[in-house]
C-alpha cells in the first residue's frame, strides 16, 4: 500500500481512496476527483482570507501576532494576507495553475503520452507547484495595478463561466425533449411522462413567481421589484409561446413546452435568488422606527444569525459551483459547446448499454487493482477543456467570494446580507439564459440555408 499511495503521489499511478472499504474508483474520476480537492483546499483559504471572525481570532490567540506579521513583511497586523487583495493574489495563483496544465494537455487523445501521465499523476509535486504560484503572487511588483487589471480579467471569466454553464442548460433542455419524443415512437407512455413534467415545471415557476410577488413585494412601495418580477414572468410567457409558435415548429419539430419550462424554473430560481441577494431596504413604520420592507418577514429572525448564514450559505455556494465545474467537463459537454452532437436514438441505446450491461473494464477487475484503469483505448474527456472551465471557476470564485464590484467593503460574515453588484449579476445571468434560449429558437428562421444542432 505504501508503494502504491508513493507512485500516486510522486508518479504517474493513479490515485485509488484511502480505505480498504471504499468501493473501487476510475482513474478518469479520481484524477478529476484530485482537481476538485486541490479546487477546495484553495477556495477554503479564500473564505478563511475574507473572514473577519478568523483575523480577530488570530490576533487574540496567536503569541507575538504583531511580531510574527512584521517578519514576514506582511504588515502591522498581517493586512497583506486578508481581505480582498489577499484573495485576488491566491486565485491569481490557481489561475495560472489550472491555465498552464490547459496549455500542456492540448490536443491529448491518448493516456499513454507523456503529457497524458503528467496530467493523471505527480500529485505531490502538483501541490508544491500550486501552492509556490499562490505565494509566489504575493510578490507580484506594483500591487495596485495588478489589481486593478487582474479585477477585471476576474469579471471577464467569471461571466465566460457562467455563460458556459447557461449553454449548458440550453443544451440540456433540447437534449432532454428530444430523447423523450423520440421515446413515443416505441411507447406512447412518454407523451403522459412530457405533459407530467411540463406541467410540473410550469406549475413550480408560476407559483414561485407569485409567492415572491406575495412576499417580497407590498401595496406600497418595492417598485424595482414589482417591475423585475413583472419582466421576468413576461419573458417566461413570451418563451412559451416562441417554442410551440407555427414558424418556430416548423423549422424545429422538436421544440415545445419541455424546454421553455425547464428554462422558466431556472428564471424564477434566479429570480428569486436576485432579489434574495438584495441590500436590506430600511423605511420609518407610523410609530417613527426602522423596519425592513420588500423581504420576507420569518426570514428576518434567521438572517441575524450570521454564522449560521454564512456557513450553510457558502458551503452551498461552493458545493453548486464544484458541481457546475465537473458536470461541465464531460465529454459530451464538450462536445455540445463544439456543436456536436448525438442521434436521439444512439444516445438511448448508450444509456441502456452503460445502465444494464457490464463494460469489459467491468468485468475484468472484480478482483483486480483498486484502480480501474478506464482509458487504455483513449481518454474519456477532454484534458484541456476541464483545466480551462477549472480555470474560469478560479475566476469565478475569485469574484464572488470578493463581492463582485463591491471588494472594498466585502467579507465573508456579510456575504449573504445582500450586494448590488450581486443582485445584477444573477438578474443579468437570468436575462442572458432566456436570449441564448430564444436564440436557439429564432436563429434557424433567421438562417433558413444554415444548419443547427439543437
Known amino acids: 500500500r505504501r508503494a502504491r499511495c508513493l507512485a500516486c503521489c510522486c508518479g504517474s499511478a493513479g490515485c485509488s481512496l484511502c480505505c480498504g472499504c471504499c468501493p473501487k474508483i476510475r ?3 479520481s484524477t478529476r476527483f484530485m482537481y476538485a480537492l486541490y479546487f477546495i483546499l484553495v477556495v477554503l483559504i479564500c473564505c478563511v482570507m475574507m473572514s473577519k471572525t478568523v483575523a480577530n481570532e488570530m490576533k487574540e490567540r496567536i503569541p507575538f501576532y504583531e511580531d510574527i506579521c512584521k517578519g514576514i513583511k506582511a504588515g502591522d497586523t498581517c493586512e497583506k494576507l486578508v481581505g480582498y487583495s489577499a484573495v485576488y493574489r491566491v486565485c491569481f495563483g490557481m489561475a ?24 493523471n499523476g505527480f500529485w505531490f509535486f502538483k501541490l508544491l507547484l500550486l501552492g509556490a504560484m499562490c505565494s509566489g503572487a504575493f510578490f507580484i511588483p506594483d500591487q495596485e ?16 463561466f457562467i455563460g458556459i454553464q447557461l449553454i449548458l442548460l440550453v443544451e440540456f433542455a433540447h437534449k432532454w425533449n428530444k430523447n423523450w419524443t423520440a421515446g413515443t415512437a416505441s411507447n406512447k407512455l412518454w407523451y403522459a411522462a412530457l405533459a407530467l413534467v411540463t406541467l410540473i415545471m410550469y406549475s413550480i415557476a408560476t407559483g414561485g413567481l407569485i409567492l415572491m ?18 419582466l421576468n414572468g413576461g419573458l417566461c410567457l413570451l ?16 421544440s415545445g413546452l419541455l424546454q421553455s419550462g425547464l428554462i422558466s424554473c431556472y428564471v424564477t430560481y434566479l429570480t ?33 444569525d450570521e454564522n449560521l448564514v454564512t456557513g450553510l450559505g457558502t458551503t452551498l455556494l461552493f458545493v453548486c459551483i464544484l458541481y457546475s465545474c465537473l458536470t ?49 483505448r483513449g481518454t474519456v474527456y477532454s484534458y484541456s477543456y476541464f483545466h480551462f472551465v477549472f480555470f474560469l471557476a478560479s475566476l469565478y470564485v475569485m469574484m464572488t467570494v470578493t463581492s463582485w464590484f463591491n471588494y472594498e467593503s466585502a467579507n465573508i460574515e456579510t456575504f449573504f446580507s445582500g450586494s448590488w453588484s450581486i443582485f445584477w449579476v444573477k438578474m443579468a445571468s437570468c436575462w442572458m439564459c432566456v436570449l441564448l434560449y430564444l436564440g436557439t429558437l429564432v436563429a434557424p428562421l433567421c438562417c433558413p440555408s444554415r444548419q443547427f444542432s439543437v
Not at 418563451?239 to 419539430?253: F, M, T
Not at 428569486?272 to 429572525?301: M, R, W, Y
Open 239 to 254: 418563451i412559451s409561446v416562441v417554442a410551440i409558435s407555427p414558424c418556430v415548429q416548423n423549422r424545429q419539430p422538436h
Open 27 to 29: 482513474q478518469s474520476r
Open 328 to 376: 461541465s467537463t464531460t465529454r459530451s459537454s464538450s462536445d455540445a459547446l463544439q456543436g456536436r452532437y448525438a442521434a436521439p436514438e444512439l444516445e438511448v441505446r448508450l444509456v441502456f448499454t452503460l445502465c444494464f450491461t457490464d463494460t469489459e473494464e467491468q468485468q475484468n477487475v472484480k478482483e483486480g487493482p483498486r484502480v480501474i484503469y478506464d482509458e487504455k
Open 272 to 304: 428569486f435568488s436576485a432579489l434574495s441577494s438584495k441590500p436590506v431596504e430600511v423605511a420609518l413604520d407610523e410609530h417613527g422606527k426602522n423596519v425592513t420592507i420588500c423581504v420576507p418577514d420569518f426570514g428576518q429572525d434567521l438572517y441575524r
Open 213 to 230: 410577488a406575495v412576499f417580497y413585494t407590498q401595496k406600497d412601495g418595492c417598485l424595482e421589484n414589482k417591475i423585475l418580477l413583472g
Open 145 to 160: 495595478t495588478f489589481l486593478n487589471a487582474w479585477r477585471y480579467v476576474g469579471a471577464i471569466g467569471g461571466f465566460i
Open 96 to 119: 495560472c495553475f489550472f491555465f498552464i496544465f490547459c496549455l500542456l494537455t492540448l490536443n491529448i487523445s491518448s493516456s499513454k503520452g507523456c503529457r497524458a501521465h503528467i496530467h
